[in-house]
C-alpha cells in the first residue's frame, strides 16, 4: 500500500453505543470538515480515522479493542495517518489506552470533544501523540459545528451527563454530573432544524425528565416538550431516555396536549423485582411502575411503551427472574431491549456477592426475549387492517423494491415501493402483516 500524500484530506469515523454518541460523532464531523476534511466511506482511504466509543457492556468493549487492533496495519501502511479514540471508552482507558496502542495518534475524553480541531492542527504540525482527558467537563464549553447524517431526523442534545448512578451503570462515571443546555439555545436550533426541512427531532438526554433540575428556577423538561411542541416547525418531537422515577404527570400531560410529541414512552424498568430494583438503586418500586403505565394509558390512550431490561443482575433469584417476566406479562410492552448483566468495574454492582453464571443469565435471557417476542407478534398483529401515519425513511435495508418508515408510536413500517412516496414526506400506509419488529402494509396516499 503506498503512503497517501499530506495534503490528502478525509476522514472516516465509527460510532458505538447510543444516541448521545451518534450525535458526537456528528460533531467530530463538523470539526474536520471545518478543517477542509471530506468524509470517506473506506477507511483505508482516511487521513483520519476516529472511533467513538462505548463502554456500557464488555462487550461493546471488546468489539472496539478487536478493530483499534486492526487499525495497527494501516497505520504500518500509512505513518501519516492520524488514529483517534474518543468517547466513552477513552475517557474510562485512557492511561491504558495511550500506553500500550503506541499506533493510536489522539485519546480524546468524553469532556474534550470540542477540542477535536486544534488537536487534529497540533498533532500535523508536531507529530506528536496527545491525551486530552478532563475529569471534568468545561462549564461552557464552545459549540461546534454539526454535520449531520441524516437529513430527515436530527438528534438534539438537551443534557449532559448522569447523577443517578445505578448501581451497574458505568455512564455517570464517563459522562459526568448532569448539565442543562439553556431552553432558548435548544429551542433556536429546533427552529433552525425546522427551517432545514428536517420532519423529526430527537431530544438527547441520559436521563431527560431531570432537565433543568441543574440549575435553581430553570424551566423543567414539560416546559422544554412544550415549548418545542409550540415552537411547530418540526412535525415529531422524541426523547430519550426517561427515568420512570422522574416520570411526572406534568410530563405526561405535556406529551397529551401537545400537537407533534410522538405518542411513545421508553420507559427503562430493567427489572421486575422490588429487591433488585432497590440492589440497583433506582428509587421506584414494581407497584409504582405499574401505576405510570396505568397514568400513561390513561391520559394518552394508543401510546406505544417500550423498555430495557437487564438480566442476571448480581444476586438475582429464579424467583426474582420469574417477577420480572410477570412484569413484561403484566404491562405488555410493544418491545423490550435486553441486555445480560455485564460486570463494569469501578461500579458498586461488579463488587456484590453472588454474580449470577452467565450460563444461567443467557438462558433466563432466551426465556425473557421469547415471552416479549410473543407480546410483540401479538400487538403488532392487532394492528392489521389499521391505517397508520409514516414518516418515510428510505428504502428498507434488505430489499430496494421496498420503502421504509415509521410510526408515530415508532413503530418500523416496510411497504412495496410505488414512487409516490418521497423520503421526508408523511404517508399512510394500511398495514397488511403485523410481525414480531416490523408492520408490513401498502401506501394508501401522501396525508
Ligand atoms: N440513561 C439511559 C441509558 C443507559 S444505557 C437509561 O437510564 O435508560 C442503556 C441501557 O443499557 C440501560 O437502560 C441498561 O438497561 C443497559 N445497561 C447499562 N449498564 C449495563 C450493564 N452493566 N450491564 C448490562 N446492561 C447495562
Ligand atoms: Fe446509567 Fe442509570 Fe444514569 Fe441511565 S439513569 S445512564 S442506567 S446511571
Ligand atoms: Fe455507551 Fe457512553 Fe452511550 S458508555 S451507551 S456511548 S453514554
Keep these: 500500500m503506498s503512503t497517501l500524500p499530506d495534503d490528502h484530506k478525509s476522514y472516516h469515523i465509527i460510532t458505538y453505543g447510543c444516541q448521545m454518541n451518534e450525535n458526537d460523532s456528528e460533531r467530530l464531523a463538523g470539526q474536520l470538515r471545518k478543517l477542509g476534511y471530506e468524509e470517506t466511506r473506506d477507511m483505508a482511504d482516511a487521513a483520519i480515522i476516529l472511533l467513538n466509543t462505548c463502554c456500557v457492556r464488555e462487550s461493546a468493549e471488546k468489539k472496539i479493542y478487536g478493530k483499534i487492533g486492526e487499525l495497527k496495519r494501516?497505520?504500518?501502511?500509512?505513518?501519516?495517518?492520524?488514529?483517534?479514540?474518543?468517547?466513552?471508552?477513552?475517557?474510562?482507558?485512557?492511561?491504558?489506552?495511550?500506553?500500550?496502542?503506541?499506533?493510536?495518534?489522539?485519546?480524546?475524553?468524553?469532556?474534550?470533544?470540542?477540542?477535536?480541531?486544534?488537536?487534529?492542527?497540533?498533532?500535523?504540525?508536531?507529530?506528536?501523540?496527545?491525551?486530552?482527558?478532563?475529569?471534568?467537563?468545561?462549564?461552557?464549553?464552545?459549540?461546534?459545528?454539526?454535520?449531520?447524517?441524516?437529513?430527515?431526523?436530527?438528534?438534539?442534545?438537551?443534557?449532559?451527563?448522569?447523577?443517578?448512578?445505578?448501581?451497574?451503570?458505568?455512564?455517570?462515571?464517563?459522562?459526568?454530573?448532569?448539565?442543562?443546555?439553556?431552553?432558548?439555545?435548544?429551542?433556536?436550533?429546533?427552529?433552525?432544524?425546522?427551517?432545514?426541512?428536517?420532519?423529526?427531532?430527537?431530544?438527547?438526554?441520559?436521563?431527560?425528565?431531570?432537565?433543568?433540575?441543574?440549575?435553581?428556577?430553570?424551566?423543567?423538561?414539560?416546559?422544554?416538550?412544550?415549548?418545542?411542541?409550540?415552537?411547530?416547525?418540526?412535525?415529531?418531537?422524541?426523547?430519550?431516555?426517561?427515568?420512570?422515577?422522574?416520570?411526572?404527570?406534568?410530563?405526561?400531560?405535556?406529551?397529551?396536549?401537545?400537537?407533534?410529541?410522538?405518542?411513545?414512552?421508553?420507559?427503562?424498568?430493567?427489572?421486575?423485582?422490588?429487591?433488585?430494583?432497590?440492589?440497583?438503586?433506582?428509587?421506584?418500586?414494581?407497584?409504582?411502575?405499574?401505576?405510570?403505565?396505568?397514568?400513561?394509558?390513561?391520559?394518552?390512550?394508543?401510546?406505544?411503551?417500550?423498555?430495557?431490561i437487564i438480566v442476571g443482575f448480581p444476586g438475582e433469584t429464579e424467583e426474582e427472574f420469574s417477577e420480572t417476566l410477570n412484569v413484561i406479562k403484566t404491562v405488555r410492552f410493544d418491545a423490550a431491549y435486553t441486555f445480560l448483566y455485564s460486570q463494569r468495574s469501578g461500579t458498586p454492582a461488579a463488587a456484590m456477592p453472588d454474580q449470577v453464571p452467565p450460563d444461567i443469565k443467557k438462558e433466563r435471557l432466551q426465556r425473557l426475549m421469547q415471552a416479549q417476542n410473543d407480546i410483540s407478534l401479538e400487538l403488532n398483529r392487532r394492528q392489521e387492517g389499521q391505517r397508520v401515519e409514516v414518516l418515510v425513511e428510505g428504502d428498507s435495508k434488505n430489499d430496494a423494491n421496498k420503502m421504509m418508515g415509521r410510526t408515530r408510536t415508532n413503530k418500523i413500517v416496510i411497504w412495496e415501493k410505488t414512487g409516490a412516496e418521497t423520503v421526508g414526506d408523511l404517508v399512510q400506509v394500511e398495514i397488511s402483516s403485523g410481525q414480531t419488529w416490523v408492520l408490513k402494509g401498502h401506501l394508501r396516499q401522501p396525508v
Design 74 to 308: 494501516l497505520k504500518a501502511a500509512n505513518p501519516n495517518l492520524i488514529i483517534g479514540v474518543a468517547g466513552c471508552m477513552a475517557q474510562k482507558d485512557r492511561d491504558k489506552l495511550f500506553k500500550k496502542a503506541a499506533h493510536i495518534d489522539l485519546v480524546l475524553g468524553t469532556h474534550n470533544l470540542h477540542q477535536l480541531g486544534e488537536l487534529v492542527e497540533e498533532i500535523l504540525q508536531s507529530r506528536e501523540r496527545v491525551l486530552a482527558v478532563w475529569e471534568q467537563a468545561e462549564q461552557n464549553a464552545p459549540d461546534v459545528p454539526t454535520i449531520r447524517k441524516n437529513q430527515i431526523s436530527a438528534w438534539v442534545p438537551i443534557m449532559y451527563g448522569c447523577n443517578n448512578f445505578c448501581t451497574y451503570c458505568i455512564v455517570p462515571y464517563v459522562r459526568g454530573r448532569e448539565r442543562s443546555r439553556p431552553l432558548s439555545d435548544i429551542v433556536g436550533e429546533v427552529r433552525e432544524l425546522g427551517g432545514q426541512g428536517f420532519k423529526e427531532i430527537t431530544l438527547l438526554g441520559q436521563n431527560v425528565n431531570s432537565y433543568g433540575k441543574d440549575v435553581p428556577g430553570h424551566a423543567d423538561f414539560a416546559d422544554l416538550l412544550t415549548a418545542v411542541d409550540r415552537d411547530g416547525t418540526i412535525a415529531r418531537i422524541r426523547y430519550m431516555t426517561s427515568h420512570p422515577r422522574d416520570m411526572n404527570a406534568k410530563v405526561i400531560a405535556a406529551i397529551r396536549d401537545g400537537n407533534h410529541i410522538c405518542e411513545h414512552f421508553h420507559l427503562p424498568v430493567q427489572a421486575g423485582s422490588d429487591a433488585v430494583l432497590a440492589r440497583m438503586n433506582r428509587g421506584y418500586t414494581v407497584d409504582y411502575y405499574l401505576n405510570l403505565v396505568r397514568q400513561i394509558r390513561r391520559e394518552v390512550p394508543g401510546a406505544s411503551l417500550t423498555t430495557d
